[in-house]
């Protein structure tokens, strides 16, 4: 090897807005638009499936169920209770020799929850009680424009679909915080402590209804949901609603370079790896899944741990007449999943040689977990060499990662329970700022970087 090739031996990071020409900049920013437009639309799982069944619609899939035939060049969805939804493309291959592609990303973000009996009045104020969902720096919820969105079932069984906050002429909601002036003994404790979980009461209302004894200003409150939806307070024990921040993505930078919005983590996964399944023209039989309960351990039956999702793998085995042992012992999968990023304001975390760096393409993670790898897959050599080959063989721009360094703290994806099912399995998703805040940040760049993996993949 001539002295002049010596730094192909080395491995090294590259920016990918410093290789891309202009026409492959425009690609970026226009996918970027389409991504934004989603986040806005879906601030929960449920409309994150709702928005991509109905895209899936318009590219002629449609919806399977199990017991149903399948055959070459079918392309269905599968809905799991109306909270995460399977797309599937039946492929020319024969999948008990070659397996079937999949990607998976969940659609669930850390958010707050209300509590089953939630209303209560105090001193001027009605509020929602919560309990917050994933992990989240509960100080940073306060004094932020928040909305509402979820569904209530009414007594009477009807399903009432409620979103308020994100359009301009409609109210928001918000979280108290106390004034600096008077904030000595708060700043003084740990930041776990500043605020705490009973404190993310959220103000939902404050004029009292005259007629009333009591609870005037709750039943005032009440009075408004009852006329609009029929909602009585018993209601809210059958609701699943959510407190989310009520501001829209926008571009962050003079250049534009990146995006801030919430629910990065795990949309700016799941909508590259969903576009990517409905572009495809594949030879390879393709399943996307977008999942719910990441965020909480995967748990119940919308999550990943859920048995659905090998019995959807085993149906389609069934349909066409293959071995599903064999069929999952041959396949492989991409868990699209977001990655910490490497922050220069915050540096001795990270052990920055393996860190992600922004806008150096989507990055593989060969492990998550905490600690000594706790609670990951661990993908194998030869995964890990057979997706580098292919995304280095179609120039594509990625990295590798990891969250942190050893021990600082850790995190965990669904790669460990799709691997359990005999699948090979490998971590991939967006390097990520200020992760699990309600306003994140990523580079266009890395999210255009992964459609293109989640695509050349599922070829």
């Given at each position: 090897?001539?002295?002049?090739?010596?730094k192909?031996?080395l491995?090294?990071?590259?920016?990918?807005?410093?290789?891309?020409?202009?026409?492959?900049?425009?690609?970026?920013?226009?996918f970027?638009?389409q991504?934004k437009?989603?986040?806005?639309?879906?601030?929960?799982e449920?409309e994150?499936?709702?928005?991509?069944?109905?895209?899936?619609?318009?590219?002629?899939?449609?919806?399977?169920?199990?017991?149903?035939?399948l055959?070459k060049?079918?392309k269905r969805?599968?809905?799991?209770?109306?909270?995460?939804?399977s797309?599937?493309?039946?492929?020319?291959?024969?999948?008990?020799s070659?397996?079937?592609?999949?990607v998976?990303?969940?659609i669930?973000?850390?958010?707050?929850?209300?509590k089953?009996?939630p209303?209560?009045e105090?001193?001027?104020?009605?509020?929602?009680?919560?309990?917050?969902?994933g992990g989240?720096?509960k100080?940073?919820?306060?004094?932020?424009?928040?909305?509402?969105?979820?569904?209530v079932?009414l007594?009477?069984g009807?399903?009432?679909?409620?979103s308020?906050?994100e359009?301009?002429?409609?109210p928001?909601?918000?979280i108290?915080?106390?004034?600096?002036h008077?904030?000595k003994n708060?700043?003084?404790?740990k930041?776990n402590e500043?605020?705490?979980?009973?404190?993310?009461n959220?103000?939902?209302?404050?004029?009292?209804?005259?007629d009333?004894?009591?609870?005037?200003?709750k039943?005032g409150?009440?009075?408004?949901?009852n006329?609009k939806y029929?909602?009585t307070?018993n209601?809210?024990?059958?609701?699943?609603?959510?407190?989310?921040p009520?501001?829209?993505?926008r571009d962050?930078?003079f250049?534009?370079?990146?995006?801030?919005?919430?629910g990065?983590d795990?949309?700016?996964?799941?909508?590259p790896?969903?576009?990517?399944?409905f572009?495809v023209?594949?030879?390879?039989?393709?399943?996307c899944i977008?999942?719910?309960k990441?965020e909480?351990?995967?748990?119940?039956?919308?999550?990943?741990?859920?048995?659905v999702?090998?019995?959807l793998?085993?149906?389609?085995?069934?349909?066409?007449?293959?071995n599903?042992?064999?069929?999952r012992?041959?396949?492989?999968?991409?868990s699209?999943?977001v990655?910490?990023c490497?922050?220069?304001?915050?540096?001795?975390?990270?052990e920055?040689?393996?860190?992600?760096?922004?806008?150096?393409g989507?990055c593989?993670?060969?492990?998550?977990?905490?600690?000594?790898?706790?609670?990951?897959s661990?993908?194998?050599?030869?995964t890990?060499g057979?997706i580098?080959r292919?995304?280095?063989e179609n120039?594509?721009?990625?990295q590798?990662?990891?969250?942190?360094?050893?021990?600082?703290g850790?995190g965990?994806?669904?790669?460990k329970?799709?691997?359990?099912?005999?699948?090979?399995?490998?971590?991939?998703?967006?390097?990520?700022?200020?992760?699990?805040?309600?306003?994140?940040?990523?580079?266009?760049?890395?999210l255009?970087s992964?459609?293109?993996?989640?695509?050349t993949?599922?070829k």
């Amino acid at each position: 090897m001539g002295k002049d090739n010596y730094k192909e031996l080395l491995y090294k990071k590259e920016n990918y807005y410093e290789v891309a020409d202009e026409k492959e900049k425009d690609k970026i920013f226009n996918f970027a638009e389409q991504y934004k437009d989603f986040i806005n639309e879906c601030k929960t799982e449920r409309e994150c499936t709702s928005y991509a069944i109905s895209k899936a619609k318009e590219k002629g899939f449609t919806e399977f169920h199990f017991g149903e035939k399948l055959a070459k060049g079918d392309k269905r969805f599968f809905i799991n209770r109306d909270k995460g939804v399977s797309f599937i493309k039946i492929g020319k291959n024969n999948i008990e020799s070659e397996g079937i592609r999949i990607v998976v990303a969940h659609i669930d973000a850390p958010r707050i929850d209300l509590k089953q009996i939630p209303m209560f009045e105090s001193d001027g104020f009605c509020y929602f009680k919560t309990h917050y969902y994933g992990g989240i720096k509960k100080y940073q919820w306060t004094t932020i424009p928040l909305s509402l969105h979820g569904v209530v079932v009414l007594n009477s069984g009807e399903k009432v679909n409620i979103s308020v906050g994100e359009k301009e002429d409609e109210p928001i909601f918000y979280i108290s915080d106390l004034l600096p002036h008077l904030s000595k003994n708060q700043m003084a404790g740990k930041a776990n402590e500043i605020i705490n979980g009973e404190q993310l009461n959220v103000i939902i209302g404050g004029i009292p209804l005259i007629d009333a004894d009591s609870d005037k200003i709750k039943l005032g409150v009440l009075k408004l949901l009852n006329e609009k939806y029929g909602i009585t307070e018993n209601d809210f024990i059958s609701s699943e609603l959510s407190i989310v921040p009520a501001m829209k993505a926008r571009d962050v930078g003079f250049d534009r370079a990146f995006i801030g919005g919430y629910g990065h983590d795990d949309r700016s996964c799941s909508f590259p790896c969903m576009e990517a399944l409905f572009d495809v023209d594949n030879q390879n039989t393709s399943i996307c899944i977008l999942v719910d309960k990441e965020e909480i351990g995967s748990e119940g039956n919308t999550g990943m741990k859920s048995k659905v999702f090998e019995d959807l793998i085993d149906e389609v085995c069934s349909a066409l007449k293959c071995n599903p042992r064999i069929v999952r012992g041959r396949s492989m999968c991409i868990s699209c999943d977001v990655d910490g990023c490497y922050d220069p304001n915050f540096p001795s975390v990270f052990e920055k040689r393996n860190t992600a760096l922004i806008s150096c393409g989507a990055c593989m993670s060969k492990f998550t977990g905490s600690g000594g790898k706790s609670g990951s897959s661990d993908a194998s050599a030869e995964t890990v060499g057979k997706i580098r080959r292919m995304l280095d063989e179609n120039k594509i721009i990625w990295q590798t990662s990891e969250l942190g360094k050893v021990d600082q703290g850790g995190g965990g994806t669904v790669a460990k329970y799709i691997s359990q099912l005999n699948i090979d399995t490998v971590d991939i998703g967006l390097p990520v700022i200020s992760m699990h805040s309600p306003y994140e940040l990523i580079s266009k760049a890395d999210l255009y970087s992964m459609y293109k993996i989640c695509l050349t993949f599922l070829k």
